[in-house]
């Protein structure tokens, strides 16, 4: 059984900065291609940034290119979310995501295992 618990959230000014952490149970972490999604109220899920496990390629939702950095410890089974220069658009619900398929990262469909999320949310 695969398990993965957010940490990390919280209330930040504009401008300011984040890291948010994603512990991730299972022998086969090297394996997961991971990624970040986010939900904002009354809006649907949408991509973040996510890490595939065969190449370590990422890629980004175009608004976070340049703000966001996702990256993998392998010795902690850990994925990090490093958000900086962060923005009140940026406020939603984070949930990092694991999946055993190689595929297409910005889609949820090929996610097998979800946390229950994080809440981000950046005043103005």
């Known amino acids: 059984q695969v398990q993965l618990v957010e940490s990390g959230g919280g209330l930040v000014q504009a401008g300011g900065s984040l890291r948010l952490s994603c512990a991730v149970s299972?022998?086969?972490?090297?394996?997961?291609?991971m990624a970040w999604f986010r939900q904002a109220p009354g809006k649907e899920r949408e991509f973040v940034a996510g890490?595939?496990?065969?190449?370590?390629?990422?890629e980004y939702k175009e608004s976070v290119k340049g703000r966001f950095t996702i990256s993998k410890d392998y010795a902690k089974n850990t994925v990090a979310l490093q958000m900086n220069s962060l923005k009140p658009e940026d406020t939603a619900v984070y949930s990092c995501?694991?999946?055993?398929?190689?595929?297409?990262?910005?889609?949820?469909?090929?996610?097998?295992?979800w946390g229950q999320g994080t809440q981000v949310t950046v005043s103005s």
């Open positions: 995501a694991a999946s055993v398929a190689i595929g297409d990262l910005t889609n949820s469909r090929i996610y097998n295992y």
């Open positions: 299972g022998r086969t972490f090297s394996r997961y291609t």
């Open positions: 890490i595939g496990w065969t190449d370590g390629r990422t």
